[in-house]
């Protein structure tokens, strides 16, 4: 079984500046990935970083990156450069080896000011 | 865009009716898996088709079933609704077999009510 969470229910960022979401999880497999989903008010879910638990090096994606403390199961977000359109629900979610099932965490509403 | 459809994008039903939702996949994806999202909450694996066959459940009741066709559309059927039913419906479709990359591709929904 899998368990993700996410302690902060509501962040805010000024534009271009930079800020970390946060995520833990908890997981029996051996070998999992971990994801940062992205959800705008058209509530389509689109994919921001993935992370292969067997790599150390941590994901990036542009302006997107992640810290991955495998030991201490925590999987951060970090958004550098912030714009208007990051204003979004942000979701984190594992998978274990057994299927493309994902165990998504409660989500962070992040709001972009101007 | 995901190349991922879903319809219809909102409805409403009455306590003890029976949905249908809808979803067509991107061609060439023969995995789709559904998703409930309650409001203000993360969403809930519901089951995975591969290949036309049911593929992995999550903790959901029988009264949720649904089908996967060759033509890469899939639906999602849910008999005998409760109050609680009522939420944001995602599909997902992703590649070839059920390997765990992680590369699904979201359709933006059915919003469902149950009055």
């Known amino acids: 079984a899998q368990t993700v969470t996410q302690s902060q229910p509501e962040m805010s960022v000024q534009e271009a500046e930079t800020v970390t979401l946060s995520c833990t999880y908890d997981t029996s497999e051996s070998n999992y990935y971990l994801f940062w989903y992205k959800q705008p008010p058209s509530r389509q879910m689109i994919l921001v970083i993935r992370?292969?638990?067997?790599?150390?090096q941590n994901a990036t994606e542009n302006r997107f990156s992640v810290n991955f403390q495998k030991a201490a199961k925590s999987f951060s977000l970090k958004i550098s450069d912030s714009q208007l359109g990051d204003t979004a629900m942000y979701f984190c979610?594992?998978?274990?080896?057994?299927?493309?099932?994902?165990?998504f965490g409660e989500g962070t509403q992040l709001t972009v000011n101007p | 865009e995901t190349g991922v459809t879903q319809s219809p994008t909102h409805l409403i039903k009455t306590r003890g009716q029976q949905v249908t939702l809808r979803c067509s996949s991107q061609?060439?994806?023969?995995?789709v898996s559904w998703y409930q999202q309650a409001l203000g909450q993360g969403p809930q694996f519901i089951f995975q088709y591969y290949r036309e066959e049911e593929n992995g459940r999550g903790n959901f009741p029988p009264r949720f079933s649904g089908l996967q066709f060759p033509n890469y559309s899939s639906e999602l059927n849910v008999n005998a609704l409760e109050l609680d039913d009522s939420a944001l419906y995602l599909c997902?479709?992703?590649?070839?077999?059920?390997?765990?990359?992680?590369?699904?591709?979201f359709g933006e929904g059915s919003r469902l009510t149950v009055l």
């Open positions: 992370q292969e638990a067997y790599k150390q």
């Open positions: 061609s060439g994806h023969n995995t």
């Open positions: 979610a594992s998978e274990g080896t057994s299927g493309s099932r994902l165990t």
């Open positions: 997902a479709s992703g590649g070839a077999g059920t390997a765990n990359t992680g590369e699904l591709f």
